[in-house]
């Protein structure tokens, strides 16, 4: 059983078991705490399809936070315009919570 689920703006395949890297969840969230998404998409219970206009009625995921907070990897971002002596250099480094999917309730 899995579900299609979205967490702040951004769409997730959920799985019982599975770990996810989600955007950063804020300072209030601590290790352990549980959390339920109810925006769920779809939902598939072994072959059996629902799809929500625009969510599943009754369905939610509930997960664990694992880490509150990971950095991902550093994206260096460099703009130049040739011959003009423009050049700029700025790095990037972006946050993510780590949560394990618990359980999907359809």
């Known amino acids: 059983m899995y579900a299609i689920v979205e967490i702040q703006g951004q769409q997730f395949k959920a799985e019982a078991g599975k770990f996810?890297?989600?955007h950063y969840l804020g300072d209030e969230r601590k290790e352990g705490e549980a959390i339920e998404f109810d925006r769920v998409l779809l939902v598939d219970a072994d072959g059996a399809v629902k799809v929500g206009a625009p969510t599943v009625e009754g369905a939610k995921v509930v997960c664990?936070?694992?880490?509150?907070?990971?950095?991902?990897d550093k994206v260096i971002v460099f703009k130049k315009k040739r011959r003009k002596g423009y050049r700029r250099k700025n790095g990037h480094?972006?946050?993510?919570?780590?949560?394990?999917?618990?359980?999907?309730?359809?």
Not at 64 to 72: A, C, H, I, N
Not at 93 to 106: E, G, L, P, T, Y
Request: aromatic letters at 8%.
């Open 93 to 106: 480094r972006q946050m993510f919570s780590q949560v394990m999917i618990k359980d999907v309730v359809a």
């Open 64 to 72: 664990e936070v694992m880490r509150p907070l990971v950095k991902g």
């Open 20 to 22: 996810l890297y989600v």
